[in-house]
């Protein structure tokens, strides 16, 4: 699936991933290969995904939303927050 992460400063990643875990405002969830369409906000926590390479990346999110539909992913975060 494809996925792209987006925030008001710049564009964090985009490319093909095999798994995503998203920080919803309820609690953590995965999404996987042909996901059912959905657009869900997101809280304060990790992003992480892993690229069709194999590569397991992360990212701490301050919130924001997500969209699922036809196996693209967009995430539009309000900020990627820096390890202190």
Known sequence: MYLEVITP???VFEGEVTITTLPGSDGSFQILNHHA???SSLGKGT????????????HKIEGG???VLNNKVIVLAEKILKDD
């Open 9 to 11: 400063e710049q564009k």
């Open 37 to 39: 369409s959905l657009v």
């Open 65 to 67: 939303v997500v969209e």
């Open 47 to 58: 992003l992480s995904f892993k690229t069709k390479e194999g590569d397991y990346l992360e």
